[in-house]
């Protein structure tokens, strides 16, 4: 099975909005391919230039998408399958600036796979047709920028400035930082912390810091012996507080995540830039 990743930064105008535009193609040959994909505290734009997938949740049921869809802000693993070739290109939001393209507000896309003609993307099978066009992943990537500016929305909002820079907090601590550290930097309530996070984000601070957190412990894992340590280390109050909180975002245990993690997970998890910490 071959594997092929590459990210590439959008143009300059973009790099606050968008973390980063990738390509992934996996040669399976004759196999079965499966993997389960975690949330990673981003919403993206898939678009899918190889052989059909199959998305499935956990509880079993089974969903073909749309080949170009918004994946919007999740909190629950599912799992995908293909019996063929696998080429994806993306586009990789920061948490919170979804809303500067689309005006479906974030708490209505958590969770969801909306196809790009649904959302208003009026412009949806040009954007197929020149992405499926090009080459390489570099002109996929001009094709990117240019739809995508064309589709940027100027808002000036002090409920954005509030949540970005609370993000930027709970990304520089981990995950590990008290919400309540963040509402008294900030002065607000914690009722409309949760609001706006609501609003630009689609879930809670907490549910965020939970998930970067995690995304910690996942880059993390394999360098130190002990998970239980590592755990520790990353906040958890014990081995059973990192077990429930690990479950609920990757629907099994810590050992049978890390037996069968996939080459998309690793490809992200080694990048330099997939992070959700900011482009410099």
């Given at each position: ?17 968008i973390?980063?535009?990738?390509y ?17 505290g ?49 586009i ?12 479906a507000?974030?708490n209505?896309?958590?969770?969801s ?51 970005d ?21 900030l ?40 998970l ?31 037996k069968e993690?996939?080459?998309i ?5 080694n ?10």
């Open positions: 099975m071959t594997n092929f990743f590459v990210e590439i930064r959008p143009a300059q105008h973009l790099l606050q909005y973390k980063s535009y990738w992934l193609s996996i040669d399976t040959g004759d196999s079965f391919f499966e993997e389960r994909i975690i949330p990673d981003c919403a993206e734009i898939i678009v899918h230039l190889g052989d059909s997938m199959s998305r499935q949740s956990i509880s079993g049921q089974k969903f073909f998408d749309a080949r170009s869809k918004l994946i919007g802000q999740p909190t629950e693993p599912y799992i995908i399958t293909s019996e063929g070739k696998i080429q994806i290109f993306g990789r939001f920061f948490p919170h600036t979804l809303n500067f393209f689309f005006k507000p974030s209505e896309t958590i969770n796979f909306y196809g790009l003609d649904i959302l208003g993307f009026d412009s949806k099978k040009q954007f197929e047709e020149n992405i499926n066009n090009c080459a390489r992943p570099g002109e996929m990537a001009t094709i990117a920028d240019r739809f995508m500016t064309r589709r940027l929305r100027q808002i000036n909002c002090s409920k954005f400035n509030y949540t820079f609370a993000i930027k907090k709970i990304i520089a601590s981990f995950g590990e930082i008290k919400i309540k550290e963040i509402e008294a930097m002065r607000l309530s914690n009722k409309y912390l949760e609001r706006i996070f609501l609003e630009w984000l689609g879930i809670t601070p907490k549910t965020f810091a939970q998930i970067v957190r995690l995304q910690n412990i996942l880059r993390k894992a394999g360098k130190k012996n002990s239980t340590n590592l755990a520790l280390d990353c906040g958890y109050f014990d081995q059973a507080h990192f077990i429930r909180n690990f479950r609920q975002y990757t629907g099994t245990s810590p050992l049978h995540y890390f993690q996939g080459l997970t690793k490809n992200f998890t990048s330099s830039i997939s992070s959700i910490l900011y482009n410099s």
